[in-house]
């Protein structure tokens, strides 16, 4: 009898995750190709001009997948909105300025900066030149001796001093020491002296200007950084302008590197110079978005299912339309939405609750999802799994016999029990090829680090990240709707809703059974 009973509770838990499992493939039913073309053609439009974090086009992405929650019955947030909004600086050099009391300087023509994260205004009577910027015990040279930059604004040139026949002091073979490209040991020496601020002196100013000029006119996105206050401001000017405050103490740029050359020791030289520095910076915001299907008998616990809303916006007169990277996630997100509501509906609703989060900023650096991790609008540790959809619309070339794939990217890095089920769920809704290319840890590309799930993964929570591959329109203004495959996105997208309805309903919440130290 004991057996009997065993055996009957059993095949009771079987034909319930069978049940189950007929359910959640009956609602993906919803996430159809004709309704994911539906939301693509708005969001991959003209009219939202590529949807550009902090642009007027993602505004407008962001107020169309607002009003599809809405009209899905899903509830505001406690501010009233479906809107997480976050806010950003903008790093643009252009808005800082170097002044002496006898010249003004311009920004790119004499100077740039490479980050500008906080607003600083900073003034010096003397600027210390410390010659190459090298403290080297190893070989005996040491450009700060006898002299104290505490406080002050410190000079210095790039590279490393050269023998008459140009080959390198500091090496037997006359090749480059590390010294030669040692940007970031240069400064981290001035900051260790308490330097108030660098001069980096740039031999080929023009090159090294003209190769990041795009980025530095249109500007670097990033969230409000409280340590950025304590960043060390470095300005990389020309030879020109380092002349200027060189000519002081007699010297020229040449003059010194020829009396370095000759003496084959460092001296530093105080020049007596007044300096202004004023850095000012430019706020914006952005917004993520969220959709929140309640659950019910575990309703507290959350499964996030993400993708992201931006891409690059427009270049000129030409738009980048981000089809694939990342609409066919967000179209997704708002059909699986779609499914899981018409469940509810028939009351078939989720026990766990489902929050769709389309964000913003992830083309920016992973942003959105950034700030989400750090200002939770549902705890962390009731988030049960993230899963992530970024690109599911094309084929890669590895696929072209085979569009029915997608590649799986950490499902065992956190859980054994979460890579289970999307298998489980495959077998049973899709028959997809699950790829684990991208999930090796020698993977060249380190994919696992580079869509908004890793920052779930970071707070232990497990995580998929569902992938097609690049293709040769990525980050073009060719990837255009016209070249989605809608089928293959529907059914990767069941595939999703799938996983999250077994998470969503299994009486035991997933467990973090893996170890991962995230190293890249």
Request: proline share 3%; net charge neutral.
């Amino acid at each position: 009898m004991k057996k009997l009973i065993v055996t009957l509770q059993l095949l009771l838990v079987f034909f319930t995750a069978v049940a189950q499992d007929s359910t959640a493939v009956f609602f993906s039913n919803y996430i159809s190709p004709s309704l994911i073309k539906q939301h693509l053609e708005v969001l991959a439009s003209d009219s939202l001009e590529g949807r550009e974090t902090a642009a007027p086009g993602m505004v407008k992405a962001a107020n169309y997948v607002s009003s599809q929650y809405e009209k899905l019955g899903l509830p505001t947030l406690a501010n009233g909105t479906r809107f997480q909004e976050f806010p950003l600086v903008n790093l643009i050099a252009g808005m800082m300025t170097i002044d002496t009391r006898k010249k003004s300087y311009k920004q790119s023509g004499d100077f740039f900066f490479t980050d500008n994260s906080a607003e600083l205004q900073l003034e010096a009577t003397d600027i210390v030149f410390v010659g190459y910027g090298i403290v080297d015990s190893t070989i005996g040279w040491n450009d700060y001796s006898d002299v104290d930059v505490n406080g002050k604004v410190v000079m210095f040139l790039e590279g490393e001093p050269m023998k008459k026949d140009g080959s390198a002091q500091f090496t037997k073979s006359g090749a480059e020491s590390p010294w030669a490209i040692g940007r970031q040991k240069k400064i981290q020496l001035a900051k260790d002296r308490n330097a108030k601020a660098v001069l980096f002196v740039q031999k080929d100013y023009k090159k090294n200007y003209e190769r990041i000029s795009r980025w530095l006119v249109s500007g670097r996105l990033a969230l409000p950084d409280e340590e950025a206050k304590q960043i060390i401001p470095v300005a990389y000017i020309t030879p020109e302008m380092a002349n200027d405050f060189l000519q002081h103490a007699g010297y020229t740029v040449s003059s010194y590197e020829k009396r370095i050359t000759k003496k084959k020791k460092s001296f530093a030289l105080t020049l007596n110079q007044d300096i202004s520095i004023t850095s000012k910076i430019s706020k914006t915001s952005c917004r993520n978005v969220l959709g929140y299907v309640e659950g019910s008998s575990l309703k507290d616990e959350v499964i996030v299912i993400s993708a992201h809303l931006d891409h690059l916006g427009k270049r000129g007169d030409k738009i980048y339309y981000g089809a694939d990277d990342d609409g066919s996630g967000s179209a997704s997100l708002l059909a699986m939405a779609e499914a899981f509501v018409q469940a509810k509906k028939a009351g078939k609703g989720p026990q766990r609750s489902i929050l769709f989060l389309n964000f913003s900023g992830e083309e920016k650096g992973l942003l959105g999802s950034e700030f989400y991790t750090q200002n939770p609008v549902f705890p962390l540790e009731k988030t049960v799994a993230n899963l992530n959809i970024d690109m599911i619309g094309r084929l890669d070339s590895a696929h072209a016999s085979n569009p029915d794939y997608t590649y799986i990217i950490g499902s065992d890095k956190l859980s054994t029990q979460l890579h289970r089920i999307n298998e489980e769920a495959n077998k049973f809704c899709c028959n997809l090829e699950l790829d684990y290319k991208y999930n090796d840890p020698s993977d060249k590309m380190k994919l696992y680090y580079r869509s908004d799930h890793y920052n779930f993964a970071k707070n232990k929570i497990p995580v998929i990240f569902y992938f097609t591959g690049i293709h040769d329109d990525y980050h073009k203004p060719t990837d255009t709707i016209d070249k989605i495959d809608f089928d293959k996105t529907s059914k990767i997208a069941k595939l999703v809703f799938n996983t999250a309805w077994q998470l969503a309903n299994q009486p035991e919440r997933i467990v973090v059974d893996v170890e991962n130290d995230f190293k890249e």
